[in-house]
């Protein structure tokens, strides 16, 4: 296995730590399987949906929560009957399954139809974290009045 040094990021990027932290300690992903199967979607510019199929699970045998910037989602089957089986092909095994978000990624909601399971997710960046444009003030202008700033959609605008 390769190993990278992330240090130049280090020295030249600010507030991404958590994301450096993911990708220099590959055992927070440890113990993590591709049991029960998924898939990540982008369903638009800042929306995902995450689907899993989980045949054979109630939905009252399904858990999702969400902690900071953890997504988990657990599944425990209902104690049934001891059967004896000739082929078991639907797994019925526990599982839990945990999805890292961004900062600002919200979980928007959830259904569950058909045996998949989907979560709906949305990007929710803050007015203060938009990009915007900072004018320029002169010292030589007489004014002690401070610069106005506008934002990027107000500039594009005119």
Do not use: C
């Amino acid at each position: 296995m390769r190993t990278y040094d992330f240090t130049p990021l280090w020295r030249s990027s600010i507030g991404f730590d958590r994301v450096l932290d993911l990708l220099s300690n590959p055992r927070t992903l440890e113990g993590q399987t591709d049991w029960p199967p998924y898939d990540i979607a982008r369903t638009g510019e800042d929306t995902y949906r995450i689907t899993l199929a989980l045949a054979g699970f109630a939905q009252d045998e399904i858990s999702i929560t969400i902690q900071q910037n953890l997504l988990a989602v657990a599944g425990q089957k209902a104690e049934t009957p001891r059967q004896e089986f000739l082929h078991q092909g639907i797994a019925a095994r526990p599982f839990e399954h945990r999805f890292s978000l961004e900062d600002h990624v919200e979980v928007e909601g959830a259904s569950f139809d058909n045996g998949l399971l989907q979560i709906d997710l949305v990007r929710r960046i803050p007015e203060a974290m938009k990009s915007r444009r900072i004018a320029i003030g002169s010292n030589g202008s007489g004014s002690d009045r401070p610069a106005r700033t506008e934002t990027v959609e107000h500039i594009r605008a005119a």
